[in-house]
Structure formats: structure tokens, C-alpha cells
């Protein structure tokens, strides 16, 4: 498999964490590459056929400040070709109604710009009334939630990154 570009941005160190965990169960920094949006170039992103995408929701449903200040530029990037998976950190407890719509917002703008969207993930385990994540009765990521289930965090990387592993060589 080739090389993965993992783009992501953090407010409170959670999402970055994440990314090191998923890194690491990829097999580290031989296989997956770690790039804060906040020092992203749009050239950075075409070097990878293979991409991860991650961002927390932030206050109410909106798009962590870093990807905030990002989102125009990826109009700029070409994503045709490339297969493009996303992970977010969210409340369901705390905003029921905006559960990881970051991500949703993301995937919707790099969809329309040519990407394809792997990783989809059950929402099985989860309580929240509604995301802009969604597609299908899956959300379009792997929905974290550090707030309200936490012990399920390594667990849930794990089983998504075994799933990553056969949909980005397939």
C-alpha cells in the first residue's frame, strides 16, 4: 500500500492523539504521514492517493478553528483518484444534534471535489438525534467520542483501521 497523508487539526490535543493512535495501529511513520492543517500546503495533499482526514466538532456543530480557516483552500486540491476516509472527535451527550458534523461539512466539500469516501462506520453504540455525518444510516468516519466513551477509543481505531487496510489496497 502506498504511503498515507493523515491531515488533521486539534483544539484540545484529543484529535491529535487520535492520529498518532491510528498512525501507530497503520504501523507508524513509514506507512501514514501526520500534517497539521494549520502548517498545510495544497500541494501537501497531492502526494497521497490515500488520505485521512480528522476534526472535532467544535461548539455547535461547526469545524474545528485550523479546518475552519483551511476549508477555502481546498478548492484548490485536486481529489479525483483519491480515496479519502475521515475520523472526528464529538460530544453525542453534550450536542445530541450536531453529533461529529465537522467531518460530515468536510466530506461533503472533498466529495464534490472528486474524492472517494471509504471508512464508513456503524452508528451501533452511539446516541445522538442527528449529524451531518450521516450517509445511509452509517456515519461517512469513525465517530469518536472522547467526552462520554472514551475506554472505546483504541478499540474503535483498531477495528477501523483493519477495515482502512483492506479499502485502501482494494
Not at 493512535?21 to 500546503?41: C, M, N, P, T, Y
Not at 445530541?96 to 467531518?103: K, S, V
Request: hydrophobic share 35%; aromatic share 12%; glycine share 10%.
Amino acid at each position: 500500500m502506498a504511503k498515507v497523508g493523515l491531515f488533521f487539526g486539534t483544539q484540545t490535543s484529543n484529535t491529535q492523539t487520535e492520529a498518532e493512535i491510528i498512525q501507530k495501529e497503520f504501523g507508524g511513520d513509514s506507512v501514514v504521514d501526520l500534517i497539521d492543517i494549520s502548517r498545510a500546503e495544497a500541494s501537501d495533499f497531492n502526494t497521497y492517493d490515500y488520505i485521512i482526514i480528522g476534526c472535532p466538532t467544535w461548539n455547535v456543530g461547526e469545524l474545528q478553528d485550523d479546518w475552519d480557516n483551511y476549508y477555502e483552500e481546498l478548492d484548490n486540491i485536486d481529489f479525483t483518484g483519491k480515496k479519502v476516509a475521515y475520523f472526528g472527535a464529538g460530544d453525542q451527550v453534550g450536542y445530541p444534534d450536531t453529533f461529529q458534523d465537522a467531518i460530515g461539512i468536510l466530506e461533503e466539500k472533498i466529495s464534490e471535489l472528486g474524492g472517494e469516501t471509504v471508512g464508513y462506520w456503524s452508528t451501533e453504540g452511539y446516541e445522538f438525534s442527528d449529524s451531518k455525518a450521516l450517509h445511509d444510516g452509517k456515519f461517512i468516519g469513525l465517530a469518536l467520542d472522547e467526552d462520554n466513551q472514551s475506554d472505546l477509543t483504541e478499540k474503535r481505531i483498531k477495528t477501523w483501521v483493519a477495515q482502512l487496510k483492506q479499502e485502501f489496497s482494494g
